[in-house]
């Protein structure tokens, strides 16, 4: 992988050296943290334990695009993994809504939307708009 990355940047020889770093270390984020096309989701890594916890019925997705805790026995390192998604999410839903010029809550309900539709599994939890949890 580190040879086809320095091939890529071979292509950039006319950048100084210091340019060359620094798209050496946007290709280097970018590569850590993929982000499905139209959707919000986590890296393939986080992604397994994010359906883990949805196929244990302790995460659920909410109407406004986050995740939510659905029991109350959720541990810390649950209590984590939903901030941590949350927070990638807001980062992702603000980076969208600027490029769209439309409210950052907009691009989340629209998220959940497809999220719950297209991707949820049957058992997995969803919050209606009332605040319950449903399984679907």
Known sequence: MFAANMRI???FRHLSRHN???LALGLAVLLAVPLASNTIFVAPAAAETLDGARAKGLIGERP????GI????AGADIQT???N???QRRAKYEQIA???GVPAEQIGAITAEKIIQEKLQPG???MDSGGKWIKK
Do not use: A, C, H, P
């Open 9 to 11: 940047l071979s292509r």
């Open 20 to 22: 060359t770093l620094s």
């Open 64 to 67: 406004d695009g986050y995740v």
């Open 70 to 73: 659905v029991s109350g026995n």
């Open 81 to 83: 993994l939903v901030q």
């Open 85 to 87: 998604i949350n927070q």
């Open 98 to 100: 600027k490029q769209k």
């Open 124 to 126: 997995w939890y969803f």
